[in-house]
């Protein structure tokens, strides 16, 4: 049995995935089919970064979603991949509906409209620049949420990406405010990161109860695929608790650390990390040194990971 993981926002890159629309048939009919149903020219983005559109939310959601979709089909036809040999599918933040539409939870058409909304709305949930999110390095999110609270500031934390990553949420000025405090309370790093509004926190609320309305309408198929949720690191294979976590995710904290614990706790010792980059396979190496970890994102990783 193995698992698969699947990258969220900031994974993103130009040219990612061509290889496998210009090697396989699939891959660019799958590219075609996702063009269809969003209305989006999204190769001309992906590959030529069109009207420097890649790391605009609107279409990076989408965009991501398209690649990692696309590199998984390829690589489960290349490798015979059965269904009964997967464990769990997780993805972080977009890359949980990821996960829905290659266990076949969610069909394409579903995962490709709902994407391109939440992006939407994500992307205009608050005026550019008076929210933002940085990332910090080197304590884990008990130690950071003592910080924000002893020193009363108005953060919130998006992200548990690992014991010594945390992303938080904000005011643009707040957060500028608060790197001499997390600087003076020896937070090795801090960084802020290029996003246009404060992802995973209290800002996303309202856009979040228009995502639901699409949530509510999506039909889930059953298998024996199981889900660790962002929302709740648990695992779920119940269609209506996926939903309800899911209507909770865009407003919440991604529980990544929890998540990838959880997939420790049951046992399992091999991940796939299918998607444009490597950046859950450094996170996940950085929470637990028990899994054997394979990230696909070139041709060339099929071969050297069947």
Same mark, same amino acid.
């Given at each position: 049995?193995?698992?698969?993981?699947?990258? #969220?926002?900031?994974?993103?890159?130009? #040219?990612?995935?061509?290889?496998?629309? *210009?090697?396989?048939?699939?891959?660019?009919?799958?590219?075609?089919?996702?063009?269809?149903?969003? @209305?989006?020219?999204?190769?001309?983005?992906?590959?030529?970064?069109?009207?420097?559109?890649?790391?605009?939310? =609107?279409?990076?959601?989408?965009?991501?979603?398209?690649?990692?979709?696309?590199?998984?089909?390829?690589?489960?036809?290349?490798?015979?991949?059965?269904?009964?040999? %997967?464990?769990?599918?997780? #993805?972080?933040?977009? /890359?949980?509906?990821?996960?829905?539409?290659?266990?076949?939870?969610?069909?394409?058409?579903?995962?490709?409209?709902?994407?391109?909304?939440?992006?939407?709305?994500?992307?205009?949930? %608050?005026?550019?620049?008076?929210?933002?999110?940085?990332?910090?390095? /080197?304590?884990?999110?008990?130690?950071?949420?003592?910080?924000? *609270?002893?020193?009363?500031?108005?953060?919130?934390?998006?992200? *548990?990406?690992?014991?010594?990553?945390?992303?938080?949420?904000? &005011?643009? &000025?707040?957060?500028?405010?608060?790197?001499?405090?997390?600087? =003076?309370?020896?937070?090795?790093?801090?960084?802020?990161?290029?996003?246009?509004?404060?992802?995973?926190?209290?800002?996303?609320?309202?856009? @979040?109860?228009?995502?639901?309305?699409?949530?509510?309408?999506?039909?889930?198929?059953?298998? $024996?695929?199981?889900?660790?949720?962002?929302?709740?690191?648990?695992?779920?294979?119940?269609?209506?608790?996926?939903?309800? $976590?899911?209507?909770? @995710?865009?407003?919440?904290?991604?529980?990544?650390?929890?998540?990838?614990? =959880?997939?420790?706790?049951?046992?399992?010792?091999?991940?796939?990390?299918? /998607?444009?980059?490597?950046?859950?396979?450094?996170?996940?190496?950085?929470?637990?040194?028990?899994?054997?970890?394979?990230?696909?994102?070139? %041709?060339?990783?099929?071969?050297?990971?069947?």
């Amino acid at each position: 049995m193995t698992s698969f993981v699947f990258p #969220g926002q900031g994974s993103q890159h130009v #040219g990612m995935a061509k290889d496998f629309h *210009d090697n396989f048939n699939l891959a660019k009919q799958i590219f075609e089919e996702i063009e269809d149903y969003s @209305q989006m020219n999204l190769r001309d983005i992906i590959f030529y970064n069109k009207n420097n559109y890649l790391d605009t939310t =609107k279409y990076t959601q989408i965009s991501i979603f398209a690649v990692s979709y696309v590199i998984f089909k390829i690589f489960s036809m290349e490798t015979d991949l059965k269904i009964n040999n %997967i464990n769990v599918m997780m #993805g972080h933040s977009l /890359g949980e509906y990821t996960a829905l539409a290659c266990s076949n939870k969610i069909n394409l058409k579903d995962c490709s409209l709902i994407l391109k909304k939440r992006g939407e709305l994500m992307n205009n949930a %608050i005026a550019p620049n008076e929210t933002g999110m940085a990332a910090l390095i /080197g304590k884990d999110s008990i130690n950071i949420q003592k910080i924000i *609270d002893e020193n009363k500031l108005n953060l919130e934390i998006a992200n *548990d990406n690992s014991p010594i990553q945390i992303v938080i949420s904000g &005011n643009m &000025n707040e957060i500028n405010k608060s790197e001499t405090v997390f600087l =003076k309370n020896n937070i090795k790093r801090f960084i802020r990161l290029n996003v246009s509004a404060a992802f995973h926190s209290q800002f996303m609320t309202e856009a @979040q109860k228009m995502l639901n309305h699409d949530i509510d309408r999506l039909n889930f198929s059953e298998n $024996n695929i199981r889900l660790i949720s962002n929302f709740d690191a648990d695992i779920h294979n119940s269609s209506s608790l996926i939903k309800e $976590n899911l209507k909770n @995710q865009m407003a919440n904290k991604v529980k990544w650390t929890s998540s990838i614990k =959880k997939l420790e706790e049951i046992g399992e010792k091999n991940i796939f990390e299918v /998607g444009p980059s490597k950046v859950l396979s450094g996170l996940i190496k950085r929470i637990s040194n028990n899994f054997n970890i394979k990230s696909i994102n070139e %041709i060339s990783d099929i071969s050297k990971n069947d």
